[in-house]
């Protein structure tokens, strides 16, 4: 286990974030704190990586790793390898390179992504 240590304490809100990022249907918060980097994604009804994140990064599927909470809103995950499942409120998922993933139901998805952000909807 690794714990992260520091001199002073800390507290950011993603109302006041470091970076934003808008795609099709979504966008991506980023906050720093700890010397990491935090993101809050918002995926509307009709994002799907595949069409809304694809053609900014031009890579098979996402090679973002990602450790992230489910906030709300649900999002259906189909890995490169076949396996494919739902993600939803109260949700912790860990999700390798390759994947992709799309909202269902009529509901924003909002995660929490404590790994994968870093390059994450970044123009290649």
């Keep these: 286990m690794r714990v992260i240590s520091g001199d002073k304490a800390e507290v950011k809100n993603f109302a006041a974030p470091y970076e934003v990022r808008e795609f ?11 010397g990491a980097l935090v993101g809050k994604a918002t995926f509307l009804p009709g994002w799907r ?6 053609p900014l990064v031009h890579t098979k599927s996402c090679e973002a790793p990602h450790f992230q909470y489910h906030v709300s809103g649900w999002l259906h995950v189909v890995m490169d390898d076949g396996s494919q499942f739902d993600c939803g409120p109260g949700d912790v998922s860990l ?18 992504d404590f790994q994968g952000m870093i ?5 290649g």
Excluded at 49 to 54: A, D, L, M, N, R
Excluded at 100 to 108: F, Y
């Design 49 to 54: 990586w595949s069409t809304s994140v694809q």
């Design 24 to 34: 099709p249907n979504g966008k991506v918060e980023l906050i720093m704190i700890g």
């Design 95 to 112: 999700l390798p390179m390759g994947h992709d993933a799309w909202v269902v139901g009529d509901e924003p998805a909002v995660v929490v």
């Design 119 to 123: 390059d994450y909807a970044k123009a």
